[in-house]
């Protein structure tokens, strides 16, 4: 035991003197076992949330109804999780009542895969009831149960196999598989943003080829959104060199092999994946700027309107995609922007108006707006006086 699974032994012992069982569960087990970094240690008790609450200082609920509370302990969260069996499935979707238990392997039942269905006590003696240690070993992603029954309960459990299968190097049990094959239509059942999630998360996976590969195979593909025509864009998108580092740059790509030349069209396919508006902003900005340094080179302007980190990032998958690119005059042009943003121009609406005597109206927007491009190609210094003058003898005032 050591590292973040240390820091949070206090919460298992708190639980345990109180005469509940407690245990670690979930990714951070499975990462440990792996040898990779971890980050957040999940807890399961069988201690009810009345009763976990009871025990702590400082808990909030944050998913009370789901048996999930967060205990607060030395600057640190832990989500602390009754164990729970879920009932009546309907629609294939996840359920809508669960069911707190005493038990730990009726809660290690309900997982996933047998890879993400063991758990692990504070002396760091696992607990697996599924064989997930040989399948971790044997590198093999497994439905725990009947595949068939999993998925008919929870059809997101499909694009979780697939998306461990590209983040591990894994590869699918023949049943569950055959399974995936079998039910992947219920993928439509599935809220669109618990498929981006899994997505990305496949997308952006080190064996991306293997995880790909699965999801043509299995033709879950068929049922992501604008994604029945995509297989060609998705195969050049997974030879992509790794790691690919943001999730905007998931979109951008995407949407470039799809060919995609219009932002507006890019936003309308990123809006059918339910990205937040911040995202699908981003990421067409990217597309916008691949597809112009295609036959224009960067200027001031184009670095000041896109930002810094977006040019930045775009010369680097440039270079990704072999394509013309130039990120020393990139550097060198982020470097001697004469204004960063709107805030630093030596100018604003009232001092012109003050100038002026001119009341506000389209004229001085346009004019600050005139400044401000003159100032960050360098045209005219950033001063007040300077600009003011120049403004005057271009007639924008
Ligand atoms: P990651 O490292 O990406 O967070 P994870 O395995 O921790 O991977 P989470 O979504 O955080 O994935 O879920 C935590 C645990 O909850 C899983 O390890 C698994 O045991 C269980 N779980 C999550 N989603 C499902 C699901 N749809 N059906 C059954 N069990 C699930
Ligand atoms: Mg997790």
Known sequence: IKGE???????????????????????????????KAVNDVDIATSAFPEEIKRLFKKTVDVGIEHGTVMVLMDDESYEVTT?????????????????????????????????????MDNDGVIQDFFNGERDLKEQIIRAVGKPEERFHEDALRMMRAVRFASQLGFQLEADTFYAIVVNAHLLQNIAVERIQVEFVKMAMGQ??????????????????????????ALRRFSLFPRPVKKERHVWALLLYFLGIQQVKEGAAFLKHWKLSNQLITESTRILELILYRHHSPLNHYKVYTFTPPIVWETEDLLELLKLPCDKRAAANLIHTLPIQSRDELDINGRIIMEKTNN????????????????????AIPNEQQAILEWLKESKYI
């Open 207 to 232: 064996n991306v080829l293997q995880g790909m590969e699965a999801f043509f195979t299995t033709n879950l593909y068929q049922y992501c959104p604008g994604m029945s025509h995509g297989k060609v």
């Open 359 to 378: 009341r506000g109206g389209r004229w001085l927007g346009e004019a600050i707006s005139m400044a401000e491009k003159a100032v960050v190609l360098g």
């Open 83 to 119: 164990f729970r069996t879920e009932s009546t499935y309907q629609d294939y979707r996840r359920p809508d009542s669960v069911t707190f238990v005493r038990s730990l392997k009726e809660d290690l039942k309900r997982r996933d895969l047998t890879i993400n269905a063991f758990a």
């Open 5 to 35: 699974f240390k820091k949070a032994l206090p919460v298992l012992e708190t639980l345990q003197k109180a005469g509940f069982e407690a245990y670690f569960v979930g990714g951070s087990v499975r990462d440990a076992l792996l040898g």
